[in-house]
């Protein structure tokens, strides 16, 4: 098996608290170097089929562990996932790109977009409004569907304004969010290929990160 630290992250679901953390800090730091290591591997592989994330430090893109509470009725104070956005910019990008996290139970890779801003929403709209042929090919490929299943996020109940309530890809464009998904085993993440295979599944969200990205630059 692979060093990826899901017994940390088990044992900081079991311990929640601050008393905890500051008595086992060395712990996550430890996890955290692994973390690092990991994603810049995962960053030099990345950027041999994508040339926008090359140069990108690991640090730039992995999100803190500690939670902002202050409008959250969950108080506990720490994240239980390692998480890290590779894309230009890092983990601030408002750019389609690669997402890593690493749960206990709920790891996945993802790629899209989460919750553009309007601006950047109402042009990739217009993008699969004008090439819907061209997406509706890059989503409809055997490793896409097997990999991904699907667009997915939240969606709109209507037709967004400005657009033809019988367009055929109209589902398409009721999308508010443009993510691709692939859940991961604990097993699978701890595998001594789960490098070489996240690699390969970043590599197939290439094309619909490229569609995307395309629209809003």
Same mark, same amino acid.
């Given at each position: ?6 017994? /940390?992250?088990?044992?900081? *679901? ?21 973390? %690092? ?5 995962? *960053? ?24 902002? %509470? ?11 996932? /390692? ?40 042009? %990739? ?12 090919? #890059?989503?409809?490929?055997?490793? /896409?569907?097997?990999? /991904? ?29 443009? *993510? %691709? *998904? ?33 629209? #809003?630059?």
């Amino acid at each position: 098996m692979n060093r990826l630290p899901i017994s /940390f992250l088990q044992k900081l *679901i079991e311990s929640n608290n601050r008393e905890w953390f500051n008595e086992n800090k060395m712990l996550y730091e430890d996890a955290r170097k692994i973390i %690092v290591v990991f994603v810049e591997s995962l *960053i030099e592989e990345i950027s041999l089929f994508d040339k926008a994330v090359l140069g990108l430090e690991a640090k730039n893109t992995i999100f803190r562990i500690y939670r902002d %509470v202050r409008f959250s009725k969950d108080k506990t104070p720490y994240k239980t996932a /390692f998480g890290s956005y590779i894309a230009p910019g890092g983990r601030k990008s408002a750019k389609a790109g690669y997402y890593l996290h690493i749960e206990p139970g709920n790891s996945f890779l993802a790629g899209g977009m989460h919750s553009p801003p309007k601006e950047q929403l109402a042009k %990739v709209r217009q993008e699969i409004f004008y090439n819907s042929t061209e997406f509706k090919a #890059i989503i409809g490929t055997k490793e /896409f569907k097997q990999n /991904f299943e699907t667009v997915k996020g939240e969606k709109l109940k209507r037709p967004p304004k400005g657009f033809p309530a019988d367009f055929a890809e109209i589902e398409l464009l009721k999308h508010k969010d443009f *993510i %691709v *998904i692939n859940k991961l085993t604990d097993a699978f993440v701890l595998s001594e290929d789960f490098l070489e295979n996240s690699v390969k599944l970043f590599k197939e969200m290439k094309s619909f990160n490229d569609f995307l990205n395309r629209a #809003i630059d």
